[in-house]
């Protein structure tokens, strides 16, 4: 009978444990939660009140199942005029999702090329790579997206850098059966360096 009453006792406890310990965490968690809902819906108004709470780092905050942040979210809408706004409130423009993306790197598989520039104002790496070992550069390569190529190597974006497969954009720029434009893109570059003394250096000079 005692050992009875003290079961009922300890689980009554363990509960009300329970019921204190839950609405802490799921307040940690709700914060980010409803700052990348009101992402996803619009809602400046929301978003911007969260992010004048004194010291948050919501701006940054990730799905918990994807890793996405409001940047992706805003990038992969091509939404421009967002990605300003996080931008100026602090947001990592080289944050990655759980499979290495950046926004700069959505941006490129989408062909959004205003995207990638305002990413490029903020700070975002242009020779970034996910998990498969993939840049923006070779993205646009894959899309045969000259103009897009052209403005990442602009921004110092790498020809030769190769994935995981060992491929370089160049490599598959010469692979393609109509890949003139893009590879051209690439040679246009390298002449341009050459003119400029880079000689084969890419990327951001110190």
């Known amino acids: 009978m005692a050992q009875a009453v003290f079961r009922k006792v300890f689980i009554a406890i363990a509960l009300a444990a329970g019921i204190v310990a839950a609405p802490a965490a799921a307040q940690r968690f709700s914060e980010g939660y409803e700052f990348l809902k009101a992402v996803k819906e619009r809602d400046g108004t929301a978003a911007t009140e969260m992010l004048n709470e004194p010291g948050t780092t919501v701006v940054n905050a990730r799905d918990i199942t994807s890793g996405e942040s409001a940047m ?94 060992g491929r370089s954009a160049r490599d598959y720029a010469k692979l393609m059966s109509n890949g003139s434009q893009v590879l051209g893109e690439i040679e246009r570059a390298d002449a341009k360096r050459e003119a400029d003394g880079g000689g084969e250096s890419y990327g951001p000079s110190f």
């Open 72 to 165: 992706h979210i805003v990038t992969a809408r091509r939404d421009v005029l967002w990605i300003r706004f996080l931008a100026q409130r602090g947001a990592n423009p080289n944050i990655e999702d759980k499979r290495g993306n950046t926004p700069i790197q959505i941006a490129a598989q989408l062909g959004f090329v205003e995207g990638i520039e305002e990413l490029v104002k903020a700070g975002a790496r242009v020779d970034v790579t996910n998990i498969a070992g993939e840049t923006p550069l070779i993205s646009a390569i894959h899309r045969r997206d000259s103009g897009m190529v052209r403005l990442l190597l602009e921004k110092g974006a790498d020809p030769d850098r190769a994935d995981n497969s």
